[in-house]
């Protein structure tokens, strides 16, 4: 399996122990000496015989092994890179969030009239979080709750912010600086497997050339996924320019937490100003009832009365 590059039945695990176990020079020398009949060595030195007939064969398992290795990173690395920059070119692309700020934007300049913050052009999107801060004199009414209030009677489209904002929320905790260290470091392993490939013998750059260069665990494949973090960079930078915040200082790690506690909030102040709804209307059909039900009971009390007084007025008469 090891001279055809077989990894069918050879994980990653199985080639790095492998490449621990390989037999170091003394151990060569002892087993190439070997007289005696093999079938009376132990099994794991029968198998380092074995392994001795195959040319460059610690070579051969260095390039299985970082071909599976490649392929595993790039499986889980791919699906994280392609969330992030969905969920820039999300925020980048969404027509309600500017129309929700610049709501925001609004309201906070007018309850700051007057004051030296009453004329803003603009809040750090991490202000967004700051909304549930300022509270009514009723408890747990933030001015979330009145604002959400106001966007439900004249601007229903904006309680769809929270569709726009559902990706940016699944690319919250995504670390890309890690993510292209783990990357870069496996990049610069196959190339230097590569340069090894070009300096062995022509059999073994034809079994493994191929491998190194093409397919899921290849030099191509992790070249493609450094085109994407240059392309997530490039949103990062527009994302800045959009946002105003320094281009240098901006991370995305923080905008992406930023935008999924805030969609949230966003969603939680909506179901409570529905439950209060819904409670206020239960409470005035109670008060109708009980109105109801007094009015009802009022009308039984006068209604006996005056047929006691008939009654009397009757026997009275039948008297006299």
């Avoid at 925020?91 to 030296?116: A, D, E, M, W």
């Avoid at 569709?163 to 783990?182: P, T, Y």
Wanted: hydrophobic share 35%; proline share 2%; with cysteine.
């Amino acid at each position: 399996m090891i001279q055809k590059g077989d990894r069918s039945k050879l994980d990653a695990e199985i080639l790095k122990q492998l490449l621990k176990l390989l037999p170091e020079d003394q151990e060569i020398n002892s087993l190439k000496s070997y007289k005696e009949e093999k079938s009376q060595l132990a099994n794991a030195d029968q198998f380092y015989l074995h392994l001795l007939e195959v040319p460059s064969y610690q070579l051969r398992i260095e390039c299985m092994l970082i071909c599976e290795e490649t392929k595993i990173l790039l499986e889980c690395l791919w699906p994280k890179a392609q969330a992030i920059r969905t969920a820039c070119e999300s925020i980048l692309t969404s027509h309600r969030l500017p129309v929700f700020c610049q709501l925001i934007l609004k309201v906070g300049n007018f309850l700051n009239y007057g004051r030296h913050t009453g004329d803003a052009g603009g809040f750090k999107i991490s202000a967004l979080l700051k909304l549930t801060e300022t509270k009514a004199n009723q408890n747990n009414i933030t001015l979330l709750h009145h604002i959400l209030e106001e966007v439900e009677k004249t601007h229903r489209d904006l309680l769809q912010l929270p569709r726009d904002l559902d990706v940016v929320s699944k690319a919250a905790g995504i670390h890309i600086d890690a993510m292209q260290a783990e990357a870069g470091a496996n990049l610069k392993k196959l190339l230097e497997i590569e340069k090894r490939l070009f300096l062995s013998t022509c059999d073994l750059k034809i079994q493994h050339g191929k491998s190194v260069q093409v397919g899921n665990g290849s030099l191509n494949a992790s070249k493609d996924l450094q085109k994407e973090f240059a392309t997530i960079e490039k949103k990062k930078e527009e994302l800045a320019d959009y946002l105003c915040e320094d281009q240098k200082k901006l991370s995305l790690e923080d905008v992406f937490s930023t935008m999924k506690t805030f969609r949230e909030i966003f969603l939680k102040t909506l179901q409570e100003n529905q439950e209060r709804k819904e409670q206020a209307a239960k409470s005035e059909k109670r008060k109708k009832q009980f109105k109801e039900e007094d009015a009802k009971r009022l009308k039984g009390e006068y209604g006996e009365c005056s047929t006691f007084n008939n009654s009397v007025f009757i026997s009275k008469s039948f008297v006299n």
